[in-house]
């Protein structure tokens, strides 16, 4: 598998303001440098003992963000370095990402998880959910966490008008959330939607952020 070539093949079919997360879970540390060298800077992963053993020995100049779905007893194990929690689905783990960050003298930046998909295996918000926790007065104390827009998966479905729909639903999401509590915050501005099967549709209907792992490093190693 030539990641370098994968990689580089890759980038311009998407617009530059979409920022590319390398979904490398799975994958060696050989695989990561392959794409390192090429000039990507920030890596996704899921696992949370994946992560930090990559993060030991791999180049610290890496933006690392943890895409999977995030367990409060596991979060001070990447609090001192991770870049961004992609899947916050409560108070609680942002009261507790913000605990960690604190230690460590860190801001640590969050996306708001919305469920949008019509499997009820996926993780996530609703609006009404997402509003509750945003108009709480403890988030206003947790001042090392930073919240900068929202993220979601549509249903692993061949019904591609049903992926448009669920991804203009979690854009509509975030403008109504920018409108009502982020409307002076420059910093939420981030819509995570779209992995190699449907980022296309994603950045069509707003995304900023996708999670990009098969197109770029091949089938995952399970």
Known sequence: MDVKKNLLEFLPTIPENVLLVAVSKTKPNVAVMEAYNAGQ?????NKVQDLTAKAQQLPNDINWHFIGHMQTNKVKYIAP???????????KLLKEINKQAVKHNRTIECLLQFHIAEE????GLNINEAEDILVSNELNNL???RIVGVMGMATYTND???IRSEFKHLHENFVSLKK???HNKAYFKEVSMGMSGDYKIAI???????????KIFGERNY
């Open 120 to 123: 009820s295996t996926k993780f």
């Open 143 to 145: 001042e090392n966490i």
């Open 160 to 162: 591609l008008h049903l």
């Open 180 to 182: 009502d509590f982020f």
């Open 204 to 214: 069509e209907e707003g995304s900023t952020m996708i999670r990009i792992g098969t």
């Open 41 to 45: 800077r920030v890596f996704g992963e």
């Open 81 to 91: 370095f991770v870049k961004m929690i992609h899947a916050v689905d409560s108070l």
